[in-house]
């Protein structure tokens, strides 16, 4: 197999075209999880597929949280959160957690969940889930990093084939998914 071909010359900090470093990012597929706390009394919640395990001993995770989104203050002001990772039949539910500027109240009325051991709002359709307390949130550019120790663990009774997102679009696995 051939290297890639270059999309930019030599690089230095700062010279990286962001829509062709989105781009290239953008061929690494990725499971999609729903991360819901509960702040001021409210429900929030954000699709995200920027999350990965850190640590078995002790069980740790990672999300990374847009700074300037309204998650963020959310989340990092509460300390404890839940991730459902999506099943396939959760496409509309995680594009609508995604839209930016949808209204925070009643956001998850027409979604299904149970409250966690943490109060977070746990979806019920999904493939699995977790709920954290945060140990860490670290700076890194325009995202925080929030890192969780895990404290619950929830798995769908019957498999179900995992929402995937790959090139800027929801995928599934389709007719290979068995268990």
Known sequence: MADPAPLTGPSDPGSIDPAQFRQVMGTYATGVGVVTTVYLGMDHAMTANALTSVSLSPPLVLVCVE??????????ETGFWAVSIMAESGRGRARWL???????????????????VTGAPVLTEAVS???????????????????????????????????????????????????
């Open 129 to 179: 889930s977790f709920e954290c307390l945060t140990t860490a949130v670290y700076e890194a550019g325009d995202h925080h990093v929030i890192i969780g120790e895990v404290v619950a663990l929830g798995l769908a009774e019957v498999p179900v084939a995992p929402l995937l997102y790959w090139a800027g679009h929801y995928r599934t696995l389709g007719p290979i998914f068995e268990r």
């Open 98 to 116: 995604s839209e930016k500027g949808r209204p925070l109240e009643g956001q998850l009325l027409t979604v299904p969940y149970r409250r966690g």
């Open 67 to 76: 700074t300037d989104s309204r998650f963020h203050e959310a989340i990092v």
